[in-house]
């Protein structure tokens, strides 16, 4: 770094540390200047592998042609408007998402964040089935707004006041957690079982919905068994409920399929999409029947924030489906997923520290232990290896839940052979260099 740049360096730090929240501890060590495909550019010019897709939206890779032009076309036309305005892209949108889903998701609406396309998925089922107990999965993440934060277990929820009431965790299908400590390597859904009878043992008899990730991003890149949302979908059926599906991670191609609910059997009755669908500009979408829809609007449903429905993003949205579909992103996924999957497992063979490697598509989750036969997490050894992978020119993105040291590996869907194989270089030089600290405690 010249020494002017290391002063403006160092003037951005101070800057930092004097008027910024920090709302996650601490900042990385970088400041990141510009970002194009997989690549991240720090302050030096530096080029750094984006394996967690900026926060797990920019599946397109960062500032794609497709989301730039729109953003700029947008900017020429229309960017904001009153909520209850349409604009030729609030239509064309849906539609476009409409040709990629099933009979019965047709009808939808634009929020713009996760928490927000939650938060209306909620009210929806909430208004249309007369009910307000909500049960999700242990180790979900739906949002930080206070319904979907009431419905997120996987950490965060200390501290910050009550949650609403009438929401409940059900064990999730983790197989290598068995969170009932009843099955080993293999999930055979005692949990589910067990989980809705103790539900229903707590409900007021009030059920609106059940809400989940199909594979769960912050909980550690949790893969349902074979069948676990079939029965799912039989359980809130029984008792009235809808089933709700985050798609925030998971859907528009990461998984090797256009939406995960595809390879399951089933069909949610509302499916939120977000991160991915604007790539990385602030768009999501709640989407449901029109029987339900018609329901809710008979009813009076009300969900209305400043930029619902916003042209600007939504231009975005109409352009990332394209090249969803038109790039084949799914397959992408479907063919570099393994080939990411044997290399990590190679990593696995000669590092002690990787406990398990688990993944769909280009979704890949591999977990840190101090120990392969108890299985206890290694925060400290987590941490350092984020740091070193950084350093050496790889970011991955921590699962956030509580009480595993877990990595996702969710890179842009475009990455190429040659960016996996630098990427899995550097993971296995950061394993070597922080072996020594598998076992350390601070
Ligand atoms: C599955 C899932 N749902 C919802 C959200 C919340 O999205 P947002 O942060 O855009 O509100 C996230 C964010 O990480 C997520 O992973």
Redo the contacts with the bound molecule.
């Keep these: 770094m010249s020494e002017g740049a290391n002063d403006r360096y160092r003037e951005l730090w101070d800057i930092a540390d004097e008027h910024l929240v920090r709302y996650r501890g601490d900042f990385y060590p970088l400041v990141v200047e510009r970002a194009e495909g997989v690549y991240i550019y720090d302050q030096d010019g530096r080029a750094i592998l984006d394996f967690s897709s900026g926060?797990?939206?920019a599946t397109l890779g960062h500032n794609h042609p497709a989301v730039v032009g729109a953003l700029k076309r947008a900017s020429e036309k229309v960017i904001h408007l009153y909520t209850n305005m349409m604009s030729p892209m609030l239509v064309e949108l849906a539609d476009k998402l409409a040709d990629l889903l099933p009979p019965s998701l047709q009808k939808s609406m634009f929020p713009?964040?996760?928490?927000?396309?939650?938060e209306a998925a909620l009210r929806m089922a909430k208004i249309h089935t007369g009910g307000y107990e909500v049960v999700g999965l242990s180790g979900?993440?739906?949002?930080?707004?206070v319904g979907?934060a009431s419905s997120?277990y996987a950490t965060g929820r200390k501290g910050h006041g009550p949650t609403l009431p009438g929401t409940m965790a059900i064990p999730a299908p983790n197989s290598y957690h068995c969170p009932i400590k009843h099955c080993a390597g293999k999930c055979d859904m005692t949990c589910l079982d067990v989980g809705f009878e103790m539900a229903d043992r707590q409900s007021v008899g009030q059920y609106a919905a059940f809400i989940a990730?199909p594979v769960?991003?912050?909980g550690g890149v949790v893969i349902p068994p074979e069948g676990y949302f079939e029965r799912a979908k039989e359980k809130c059926e029984e008792r009235g409920m809808m089933m709700i599906l985050?798609?925030?991670?998971?859907g528009l191609g990461r998984v090797g399929k256009n939406f995960a609910f595809e390879g399951m059997g089933i069909k949610p009755d509302i499916l939120?999409l977000?991160?991915t669908l604007g790539a990385g500009v602030?768009l999501?979408a709640t989407v449901t029947s029109s029987e339900i829809e018609e329901s809710c609007y008979e009813k009076g449903f009300s969900y209305y924030t400043s930029h619902l429905s916003d042209p600007m993003p939504l231009e975005v949205g109409v352009s990332v489906l394209d090249v969803v579909v038109n790039e084949k992103l799914a397959e992408r996924a479907a063919e570099m997923g393994p080939y990411v999957m044997k290399g990590l497992k190679e990593l696995q063979a000669r590092h002690e520290a990787i406990g398990d490697v688990r993944g769909v598509g280009l979704f890949i989750g591999v977990e840190f232990v101090k120990d392969r036969e108890t299985k206890e997490a290694a925060p400290v050894f987590l941490k350092r290896l984020l740091a070193r992978s950084l350093e050496l020119g790889l970011n991955l993105i921590p699962a956030?839940a509580e009480g595993i040291s877990a990595v996702r590996l969710a890179p842009p869907l475009f990455v190429t052979r040659d960016q996996v194989d630098s990427a899995l270089g550097i993971l296995d030089q950061a394993l070597g260099d922080c072996a020594k600290d598998l076992n350390s405690t601070e």
């Design positions: 926060q797990m939206c713009n964040t996760g928490s927000e396309s939650n979900s993440w739906h949002g930080q707004t979907a997120t990730e769960q991003g912050a985050d798609e925030a991670q998971t939120t977000s991160k602030p999501s956030s």
